[in-house]
T-cell receptor
Framework: DAKTTQPTSMDCAEGRAANLPCNHS???????VYWYRQIHSQGPQYIIH???NNETNEMASLIITEDRKSSTLILPHATLRDTAVYYC???????????FGTGTSLTVIP | DTGVSQDPRHKITKRGQNVTFRCDPI?????LYWYRQTLGQGPEFLTY????????KSRLLSDRFSAERPKGSFSTLEIQRTEQGDSAMYLC????????????FGSGTRLTVV
């Protein structure tokens, strides 16, 4: 079962930062926070993951609160191609499956 | 190798017929996963293989479903006696090892049972 809570939908203006929140209040010490996204008619795509430190890669930044009960995915300069469903997932790094939940549908507006 | 390939992309079948889907993972990936996704929902785990061994199956995988990965390379997912409730997108993913960031998903096979 999904262990995260995300808003159903969000809008963001093109070129602005998109900040997608996720609550995971029951996260355990050995569980990572993963973010995947799914563009229409495609399979999910890995974005970023972290344990307790903030992380940044070429796609996004992940900010995890000190108590690890919530996190925010930041797309620094959203483009129309970032319109997708974004899934926040918590899982042990050695787990065998992901519980995706329903995610946040992000629409980037021109 | 351009990623995970799934065939066919779309399948329409009559209720009661059998269907088979194929997944070709990234060649060096030893783990292969099947997920199912219905409209408006996130993908749900069905089963996973490590090499040719099927190591985990979800309760969603009823006895009408069978998956194989005979030589540890491609995999097939067969649904027997299809029902309208089987209509969904069937996604395949592969990974090298257990790290959650290493999953690569295919574009899926969309099944419609009429």
């Amino acid at each position: 079962d999904a262990k995260t809570t995300q808003p159903t939908s969000m809008d963001c203006a093109e070129g602005r930062a998109a900040n997608l929140p996720c609550n995971h209040s029951t996260i355990s010490g050995n569980e990572y926070v993963y973010w995947y996204r799914q563009i229409h008619s495609q399979g999910p795509q890995y974005i970023i993951h972290g344990l307790k430190n903030n992380e940044t890669n070429e796609m996004a930044s992940l900010i995890i609160t000190e108590d690890r009960k919530s996190s925010t995915l930041i797309l620094p300069h959203a483009t129309l191609r970032d319109t997708a469903v974004y899934y926040c997932i918590v899982r042990e790094n050695t787990g065998n499956q992901f519980y995706f939940g329903t995610g946040t549908s992000l629409t980037v507006i021109p | 190798d351009t990623g995970v390939s799934q065939d066919p992309r779309h399948k329409i079948t009559k209720r009661g017929q059998n269907v088979t889907f194929r997944c070709d993972p990234i060649s060096e990936h030893n783990r292969l996963y099947w997920y199912r996704q219905t409209l408006g929902q996130g993908p749900e785990f069905l089963t996973y293989f490590q090499n040719e061994a099927q190591l985990e199956k979800s309760r969603l995988l009823s006895d009408r479903f069978s998956a194989e990965r005979p030589k540890g390379s491609f995999s097939t997912l067969e649904i027997q006696r299809t029902e309208q409730g089987d209509s969904a997108m069937y996604l395949c993913a592969s990974s090298l090892g257990r790290d959650g960031y290493g999953y690569t998903f295919g574009s899926g096979t969309r099944l419609t049972v009429v």
